[in-house]
Antibody
Framework: EVQLVESGGGLVQPGRSLRLSCAASGFTFDDYTMHWVRQAPGKGLEWVSRITWNSGTITYADSVKGRFTISRDNAKSSLYLQMNSLRAEDTALYYC??????????????WGQGALVTVSS | DIQMTQSPSSLSASVGDRVTITCRASQSISNYLNWYQQKPGKAPNLLIYAASTLQSGVPSRFSGSGSGTDFTLTISSLQPEDFATYYCQQSYSTLYTFGQGTKLEI
């Protein structure tokens, strides 16, 4: 069974940094592209970033480009999101998601339970 | 960026009803369209991918159709556990955008 467990969320002041982690199990981690997707309180879903299996391709949403950095450690089956220069509008539940791996489609096949990031002074 | 617009934004229905939710893309996305269900306090769950392929384990009362710019998610006979928010998502272009969601209520 696929399991994705996020950690590292919390309350942080504007302009500060935070690092999220996602521990994966139940599948061959280094076979899959991984993503971060966020959801502001009471709002819809927003894709944040993706990283391919070998970190060869990394993509970001315009809203976080230049401030967030996605990375992975295949030896530890872990995904990370380094968030710098945080803003109030970054307040959200951050989900780690595993790509389903279907042709060249991007499909969020499995999700973690989310890590809450609150940016406030 | 490709914009995804769902309609309606909310929908009231009853157990046993047939329900259709529509998702429209701002440009053609072929069949690069997925549907998710999200219940309160839970992570989203994949229902349909590539416009019409049912994810393993998802009940057959869910179906998807469409290609190009117009897509539909149909629930053939609503069950109590289907009351949730539904999102479409495109993967035709990078910046994988979601629709705003459709809240299905009793």
């Amino acid at each position: 069974e696929v399991q994705l467990v996020e950690s590292g969320g919390g309350l942080v002041q504007p302009g500060r940094s935070l690092r999220l982690s996602c521990a994966a199990s139940g599948f061959t981690f280094d076979d899959y592209t991984m993503h971060w997707v966020r959801q502001a309180p009471g709002k819809g879903l927003e894709w944040v970033s993706r990283i391919t299996w070998n970190s060869g391709t990394i993509t970001y949403a315009d809203s976080v480009k230049g401030r967030f950095t996605i990375s992975r450690d295949n030896a530890k089956s872990s995904l990370y999101l380094q968030m710098n220069s945080l803003r109030a509008e970054d307040t959200a539940l951050y989900y780690c998601a595993k790509d389903r791996g279907y042709s060249n489609h991007i499909i969020f096949g499995s999700w973690g339970q989310g890590a809450l990031v609150t940016v406030s002074s | 960026d490709i914009q995804m617009t769902q309609s309606p934004s909310s929908l009231s229905a009853s157990v046993g009803d047939r329900v259709t939710i529509t998702c429209r893309a701002s440009q053609s996305i072929s069949n690069y369209l997925n549907w998710y269900q999200q219940k309160p306090g839970k992570a989203p769950n994949l229902l349909i991918y590539a416009a019409s392929t049912l994810q393993s384990g998802v009940p057959s009362r869910f179906s998807g159709s469409g290609s190009g710019t117009d897509f539909t998610l149909t629930i053939s006979s609503l069950q109590p556990e289907d009351f949730a928010t539904y999102y479409c998502q495109q993967s035709y272009s990078t910046l994988y955008t979601f629709g705003q969601g459709t809240k299905l209520e009793i």
